[in-house]
């Protein structure tokens, strides 16, 4: 997992070079691409003037510095167009926010359908939502599902496939069971009242058990 160009660009374009520190929306001297103080090295004052060129350095080594932060806490494989949103994320917000907001566990279930509609939720600043935020946080959404077919878990599949297959194997018992039912009576020479009720117990005792195995395997579905 690394930050791609299509991450960075995304940094870049939303929040833009500034040469001369300013305070952003809740008040934090910032200076070149959103650069603050709690990103380390140059401490930003109000006097503070920087170059693009310094500006596309700092940039380099507080993406590094953010990446580094966040890659323990991811504990599925990701793709770098997917990685390079959550940086950003991380970016925006500050490491400790990702480490405990929902798109980190939705990402760490392997969620992935979930996470747009996580990140959409972070898009307010001292109270306020900002449509800048919005439109960064939809942004991001693009990135991170740009290629969700790729390594990690789409808890969408899952379920599918975990409900599909008991349903063919008790459908298969059940049927394997009737037919062994039927060559036991008639092998008995019963009558065809007796096979009939015979035949019913049979019916309803496999729809009773596969009843029971859907209901488990949709709150196990429901756990995730």
Known sequence: MKVNQKGIDLIKRYEGFRRQAYRDAVGVWTIGYGHTSR????????????????????????VAKFAAEIAPLIN???????????????????????????????????????VPNRLSLWVKAGGKTLKGLVRRRAAEAALF??????????SAQRPEAARG??????????????????????SLGARPGVLVSGLLVVVILAASGWIVRERWLKSRHEGV
């Open 39 to 62: 990103a380390g090295a140059p401490k930003v004052t109000a006097k503070l003037k920087i170059t693009r060129a310094e500006g596309e350095e700092i940039l380099k080594r507080d």
């Open 165 to 186: 297959k008991p349903v063919g194997r008790s459908t298969t018992v059940m049927a394997a069971l009737a037919s062994t039912i039927c060559g036991l009576f008639a």
């Open 76 to 114: 599925v494989p990701l793709s770098d167009d997917q990685f390079s949103a959550l940086v950003s994320f991380a970016y925006n917000t500050g490491p400790a926010a990702f480490a405990s907001s929902s798109v980190l566990r939705m990402v760490n279930a392997g969620r992935f359908d979930a």
């Open 145 to 154: 599902t740009a290629s969700t077919a790729t390594p990690g878990r789409a």
